[in-house]
């Protein structure tokens, strides 16, 4: 099986003035199921640069998660994981897979921008690209700016970008969460196996 890095959110609870890493359990599953290993990183870069160094990876999946620290976000430690994952895994010619969160990440990583979303939080939608679907929905902020090497392979029926790829490079993001469907679609599934080399 192949062993994936997989991001984290940060919740922050007040009450027992804790930072926390955070990753919905619905994730192991998924993974599991496509024949990938993953494996939660701490928001902490050093601790990280120290795991990369003493294990071999085969690609990174940046999950969702809170808002980028650039646009009102107080995870920075987030923000700066997500870019040494990205990093990392450009370095190395891994697949790189990003959702909602993962995918802006990606986005600010080569350049690109993002403006708020209007009515994209806790609905469903119509995308079109490489196939047709009716996705959920729960970001606030959608792509803005486009970079030269990156192009759009989903988009909503009003224009909005809900999927990118590189040109060049085995990354792709999606701005929907197949994990948080009762039941997965096989589309998108098929989707991650072809980002992570499965088939």
Known sequence: ?????????VDVISSYGERR?????RWSSLLDSLGLIGFPVPNNPPVLSKIIKEVDF????????ETPAIYGGKAIDRDETDRALITYAIGKGLPIFGVCR???SILLYFGGS???ALGHIRTKHKVFGLYSSVVNSFHSLIPHTIPMDITAIFKTEDGTVEGIRHRLMPVTGIMWHPEREP???ERDLQLIRKSFLLE
């Open 1 to 9: 099986m192949k062993k994936i890095l997989v991001s984290q959110r």
């Open 21 to 25: 890493d955070a990753l919905d359990q």
């Open 58 to 65: 085969d690609g990174v999946l940046l999950t969702g998660g």
């Open 102 to 104: 993962g995918m802006q």
């Open 114 to 116: 993002l403006k708020e």
């Open 183 to 185: 039941v997965p679609s």
